[in-house]
């Protein structure tokens, strides 16, 4: 029986066919390798208002510092260089497209025969870090450092890392491994009635479960000088690092305490870039099983940023133990870079309405304006659609091969199910998922969006289920590319 294909999986299957033809030019050719490190702060200096949270926090203190660790990685051929890519992990909430595009045009003329377009930002999405927008907070106007001062502050910071990273290398050696570690739990409680709440208590009666699933590998990466020095290490977990997420205080979260753990046993000098992977709906955050949890933390006289490191670190260690047998100096290195055109999330009318009443009923609420403009932007959204000019989404799409491991970059606060699909159909041995690698709203499920939610409904999506589902397709598609001998 003949049925026309649903417009959706037409659009899958031109988008397979687009990325094969653009990528087919690549030639796996292995490479020597050589890789530099550089870690810089990125700490205000001033009080600073802090994002992630729907109130305006300023913090006067500094509770742990803040860091970008830069990693560049090149592969050549006597002088040729062959491949080339610097990513760089960031203790903030996202990646502003101002801040990626104005480190680039900075590094540009000081890292001749760099392409800038072959640097890639993410963020390890800790909740104390500062604000990187103008506007969407009412703050003081004096005693602070401003959104905009601290852009500006950040970019100079960054490309200081960039280009440190890039002069600092050297021969080297990579291995990859895979650990285990329980940081992250879904954040989704899902009731008799389908509906859904980010942490919605689970001691309710009408509590039927968990909605989706979690991913509790740990993919890392680990580089070597031609001494056999450990000198870098990128390690890609499934979870924002947001367990301090409450907190008025700067705070780098639980990678800070992951990086101090290696930096004791390894030396002060070792690069550790985290790496979050699609993680939308999970949290560090307990669920359930809390007291018994709670227990043995205070069994172990550790606080909780404290066990969660132990537990990454542990993973770390797993992982370490198998990578450090197989080290390899003349790799494949790939570095493909695309936008990517990703349907828009719709706003219905109903939406709409309900939305603009409830902007109605808080707008002289001085308490409420961070929510006021979170709730406007959508129905500005849904306005140029009725206008017909919100259709797409553009995304800076990054897809890496090194080795027998891929990397593969997104903007969002990706549901894990969408991170699961790409290294479930990938043909790479390790497929590392890096969220956050710009600015970072949530893409859901279709059975998230059906049980709506803050993370699952329109005000929280620019790109919805639909959206999240094309931007899987695009990924594996070009990740597969890369190895175009394999089945």
């Known amino acids: 029986m003949n049925r026309k294909l649903k417009p959706t999986y037409c659009f899958f299957a031109i988008v397979a066919a687009c990325i094969l033809r653009n990528a087919s030019g690549n030639k796996c050719l292995a490479g020597d390798l050589y890789v530099g490190g550089a870690t810089v702060s990125i ?3 001033q009080p600073v208002a802090l994002a992630g949270q729907m109130s305006p926090r300023i913090a006067t203190k500094v509770e742990t510092e803040l860091t970008a660790t830069a990693l560049a990685i090149e592969t050549r051929d006597g002088d040729k260089s062959q491949g080339q890519a610097i990513l760089v ?25 760099f392409d800038p377009s072959k640097l890639v930002l993410s963020a390890t999405h800790t909740h104390t870090a500062p604000v990187l927008y103008e506007g969407i907070f009412q703050l003081p106007a004096e005693g602070i450092i401003t959104p905009n001062e601290y852009v500006d502050f950040l970019a100079d910071r960054l490309a200081e890392a960039v280009v440190s990273a890039w002069q600092k290398r050297k021969a080297a050696s990579v291995g990859w491994g895979l650990g ?4 992250a739990y879904n954040r989704r409680s899902v009731y008799a009635d389908r509906h859904a709440q980010m942490y919605g208590s689970m001691q309710r009666e009408d509590f039927r479960e968990v909605e989706g699933p979690e991913d509790h590998g740990v993919e890392v990466l680990f580089f070597w000088d031609e001494q056999g020095q450990l000198t870098a290490t990128a390690v890609n977990v499934a979870c924002p690092s947001q367990e301090a997420e409450g907190g008025s205080e700067v705070n780098a979260d639980f990678w800070h305490q992951v ?7 390894y030396g002060k000098d070792l690069a550790v870039l985290g790496w979050t992977g699609a993680a939308g709906d999970q949290s560090p955050h307990l669920r359930y099983r809390r007291q018994a949890e709670e227990r043995m933390r205070r069994l172990r006289g550790i606080d909780r940023l404290q066990e969660i490191s132990r537990r990454i670190v542990l993973a770390w260690e797993e992982a370490y133990a198998g990578a450090k047998q197989e080290r390899h100096s003349n790799v494949p290195l790939i570095h493909e870079v695309k936008t ?14 309900e939305i603009r009443a ?30 017909g000019n919100e259709k797409i989404y553009p995304m800076e799409l990054h ?26 159909r990938s043909k790479a041995l390790q497929t590392f998922v890096i969220q956050l690698a710009g600015p970072g709203t949530y893409v859901p499920t279709a059975t ?35 190895w175009p001998d394999e089945k």
């Open 43 to 45: 700490t205000p200096d």
């Open 340 to 353: 990517i055109e990703l349907p828009v999330r719709k706003i219905t009318e109903a939406e709409a309405k």
């Open 259 to 265: 990086r101090e753990s290696l930096h004791a046993k």
């Open 448 to 482: 998230a969006a059906s049980g709506g939610g803050y993370s699952a409904i329109v005000e929280s999506n620019e790109v919805g289920p639909e959206g999240g589902q094309v931007l899987v397709e695009y990924t594996v598609k070009l990740i597969n590319s890369l």
């Open 399 to 424: 897809a890496i091969r090194l080795g027998d491991i891929a990397i593969a970059t997104n903007d969002f606060e990706l549901f894990t199910q969408f991170g699961i699909q790409m290294k479930a």
């Open 89 to 113: 992990s960031c203790d903030l909430v996202y990646i502003p497209s101002v801040v990626l595009n104005t480190v680039r045009e900075r590094i540009e003329s000081r890292i001749p025969g």
């Open 358 to 387: 409830k902007v109605a009923k808080t707008a002289n609420d001085r308490n409420q304006f961070r929510w006021n403009t979170w709730r406007q932007d959508a129905i500005d959204r849904y306005e140029r659609q009725q206008a």
């Open 180 to 183: 285990h570690a329980v940081v």
